[in-house]
């Protein structure tokens, strides 16, 4: 619906009237293989979302902002969504495809994303432009935030289109179940950082409240950049059952 502009005024039109600050999670997002399939359908959708989010909160902002000047002038009340904050979700699927590590903010637009998103990667970027384009202009306290990789409860758990840590989950318990070796695609050897739901939903509320920069920050649950099998060798340590694992240098996706 936010990819419409009247839809996406219409919500916030439902919004309570003492709101001032708000998250934005909106984005159309698929596994990897949709996403090099659809490149312009991904590019548009989030294009389309992230500029009508943004028109919307600063106008509404605006109107807060007459309204108080209003009712100190004429005494009169004109009840509006009075948008103080944004803050939108941005992803690390946007940063360089080539890259070193450890990664931080300010390495954002430093080179193209990994060919296979870079409808979805470019479209989220311009939320980082905008961001700062509207505090520039208009003065907006306007931010975003990096998750990183999220796991937690009521997870995706989809065998081909789940996150690193559900996916590994998924598939060591059937291997378990059917008495197979673990096999992990790719060489095991790209560098991840991971965050709990719970903590992530924690960080954001301390964005809200406590982050006052245009500049992006990343959230994550730890500052060390672990490779993709840490998570398995965790599940091992707290399970004896989970299977070994065995990379397949064959399925190189990373």
């Known amino acids: 619906m936010v990819r419409k502009r009247a839809a996406q005024s219409n919500i916030c039109k439902h919004f309570h009237h003492s709101s001032t600050s708000a998250t934005s999670v909106a ?27 943004f028109q919307e ?27 103080k904050k944004l803050v939108s979700c941005l992803s690390t699927c946007i940063f360089p495809d080539k890259t070193t590590f450890p990664i931080d903010e300010t390495m954002i637009h430093d080179g193209p994303p990994h060919f296979s998103n870079e409808g979805y990667a470019y479209a989220k970027r311009m939320v980082d432009v905008q961001n700062r384009m509207y505090k520039s202009q208009h003065g907006c306290n306007f931010t975003a935030v990096i998750p990183t990789n999220i796991f937690g409860k009521h997870d995706n758990f989809h065998l081909d289109d789940s996150h690193v840590i559900p996916g590994l989950l998924h598939r060591g318990y059937l291997c378990k179940q059917k008495g197979e070796d673990f096999m992990i695609w790719g060489t095991g050897k790209p560098l991840r950082q991971f ?21 992006p920050i990343i ?18 340590n707290i399970s004896t059952e989970f299977p070994q694992h065995a990379t397949d240098p064959w399925l190189v996706l990373s």
Not at 27 to 50: C, P
Not at 59 to 77: D, Q
Not at 219 to 230: A, I, W
Request: hydrophobic share 45%.
């Open 27 to 53: 984005l159309t997002h698929a596994h990897f293989m949709v996403e090099q399939k659809y490149k312009v359908e991904f590019w548009r959708n989030n294009i389309a979302m992230n500029d009508n989010i």
């Open 57 to 83: 909160c600063h106008k509404r902002g605006t109107l807060a902002r007459a309204s108080a000047i209003s009712y100190v002038l004429r005494v009169a009340s004109f009840v509006v969504l009075g948008v």
């Open 195 to 215: 965050i709990f739901s719970t903590d992530l939903a924690r960080l954001m509320i301390w964005t809200l409240r406590e982050y006052e920069e245009a500049d």
């Open 219 to 236: 959230l994550s649950g730890t500052l060390e950049h672990r490779n993709v099998l840490c998570p398995q060798n965790y599940f091992r």
